[in-house]
């Protein structure tokens, strides 16, 4: 008989929270998933574990046993996976840094040459994520340290607070909205908008304009994983995206970036287990705060910007 790590992590949590709909927000995937994945793990045990009905879910007696051993097990688990990789990290001095398009933008250079000044023997592995996993890798804990941008669904994560970035949308040349100067997120609620790849609640809500539309949903037509994908449906399609003001350092042909004056700017932020005892990710996380606070010419660029700036600075040293 072979079980799967992941059905077994599933099974958890529903049994801790009796509930698929909470268990599915959770785990960030779908509920019929979910299910199909709990009935497989019962196959494959041959015992009923779950008594579900359309009220309520609960642990049969082999359930509830099942449950004490396989949280037993899955800490133990995960403790030796993390055992590995400390003892991986002190033996290569290493740092996994994650992070999504853009990173810390023009933050990312100077955090990142603070951190080799301190430590010039050790690795910065760069591992780039896309929307469908805006955790940039802490969700899985892929990464030691990430640049994230919130707000986002994660547990157990710590945050520094880098600098906040205003919002654009992004519309076709010839859209009704080009000819203006700015737009309010009003302008933009009934529009037919590009969505992110992401099952991340929190995410979607934010870049949707979730606490604008008065518990109408959005109008999304299709879900993208790059800003470079958001530019291409602009162009060629009928829909708007809202990004960062970042993105008018990118020229893309039939597309033009609109201020979105009364939205509520997007954090970046580094971001790291709560449970981390690496010194690696505490010296970056301080190298990260020395640059923030040591440049506010660069933060007041970044959280005021020129909307006529179209020079793209150096974001990403490879």
Same mark, same amino acid.
């Given at each position: 008989?072979?079980?799967?790590?992941?059905?077994?992590? #599933?099974?958890?949590?529903?049994?801790?929270?009796?509930?698929?709909?909470?268990?599915?927000?959770?785990?960030?995937?779908?509920?019929?998933?979910?299910?199909?994945?709990?009935?497989?793990?019962?196959?494959?045990?041959?015992?009923?574990?779950?008594?579900?009905?359309?009220?309520?879910?609960?642990?049969?007696?082999?359930?509830?046993?099942?449950?004490?051993?396989? %949280?037993?097990?899955?800490?133990?688990?995960?403790?030796?996976?993390?055992?590995?990789?400390?003892?991986?990290?002190?033996?290569?001095?290493?740092?996994?840094?994650?992070?999504?398009?853009?990173?810390?933008?023009?933050?990312?250079?100077?955090?990142?040459?603070?951190?080799? *000044?301190?430590?010039? @023997?050790?690795?910065?592995?760069?591992?780039?994520?896309? #929307?469908?996993?805006?955790?940039?890798?802490?969700?899985?804990? %892929? =990464?030691? +340290?990430?640049? +994230?941008?919130?707000?986002?669904?994660?547990?157990?994560?710590?945050?520094?607070?880098?600098?906040?970035?205003?919002?654009?949308?992004? +519309?076709?040349?010839?859209?009704?909205?080009?000819?203006?100067?700015? =737009? *309010?997120?009003?302008?933009?609620? /009934?529009?037919?908008? $590009?969505?992110?790849?992401?099952?991340?609640?929190?995410?979607?809500?934010?870049?949707?304009?979730?606490?604008?539309? @008065?518990?109408?949903? @959005?109008?999304?037509?299709?879900?993208?994983?790059?800003?470079?994908?958001? $530019?291409?449906?602009?162009?060629? @399609?009928?829909?708007?995206?809202?990004?960062?003001?970042?993105?008018?350092? =990118? %020229? $893309?042909?039939? =597309?033009?970036?609109?201020?979105?004056?009364?939205?509520?700017?997007?954090? +970046?932020?580094?971001?790291?287990?709560? *449970?981390? /005892?690496?010194?690696?990710?505490? %010296?970056?996380?301080?190298?990260?705060? !020395?640059? !923030?606070?040591?440049?506010? /010419?660069?933060?007041?660029?970044?959280?005021?910007?020129?909307? *006529?700036?179209?020079?793209?600075?150096?974001?990403?040293? $490879?």
């Amino acid at each position: 008989m072979e079980l799967q790590t992941r059905q077994l992590r #599933y099974f958890v949590a529903v049994a801790e929270e009796l509930s698929f709909t909470r268990a599915a927000q959770k785990l960030h995937i779908a509920q019929q998933a979910l299910s199909a994945q709990i009935k497989q793990l019962e196959q494959s045990l041959g015992v009923t574990l779950l008594v579900r009905t359309t009220r309520s879910v609960t642990l049969t007696a082999a359930g509830a046993v099942f449950l004490d051993d396989t %949280s037993t097990l899955l800490a133990a688990l995960d403790d030796a996976a993390e055992r590995a990789r400390a003892t991986h990290r002190s033996e290569n001095e290493r740092l996994v840094l994650g992070f999504l398009e853009g990173a810390a933008l023009t933050l990312t250079e100077p955090i990142m040459s603070a951190f080799r *000044d301190r430590h010039p @023997g050790v690795t910065i592995e760069m591992r780039q994520f896309n #929307y469908d996993d805006p955790s940039a890798g802490l969700n899985d804990r %892929s =990464v030691d +340290v990430a640049f +994230v941008r919130r707000p986002l669904t994660t547990d157990g994560v710590d945050f520094e607070h880098l600098f906040t970035e205003p919002l654009v949308a992004l +519309v076709r040349t010839d859209h009704p909205l080009a000819d203006r100067a700015s =737009v *309010d997120v009003a302008d933009l609620i /009934d529009e037919l908008m $590009y969505g992110a790849v992401t099952t991340d609640p929190a995410w979607n809500a934010f870049w949707e304009f979730e606490a604008h539309r @008065g518990g109408k949903p @959005g109008r999304i037509i299709s879900h993208s994983k790059t800003l470079l994908e958001e $530019y291409q449906k602009v162009a060629a @399609g009928v829909g708007i995206v809202a990004t960062v003001a970042a993105a008018r350092w =990118v %020229s $893309y042909p039939g =597309v033009k970036t609109l201020p979105i004056a009364d939205a509520d700017p997007s954090e +970046v932020a580094l971001a790291w287990p709560r *449970d981390t /005892d690496s010194a690696l990710v505490r %010296s970056f996380i301080d190298a990260a705060i !020395r640059v !923030r606070d040591g440049r506010p /010419d660069l933060v007041k660029r970044l959280e005021e910007p020129d909307p *006529d700036e179209r020079t793209m600075p150096t974001l990403i040293p $490879y």
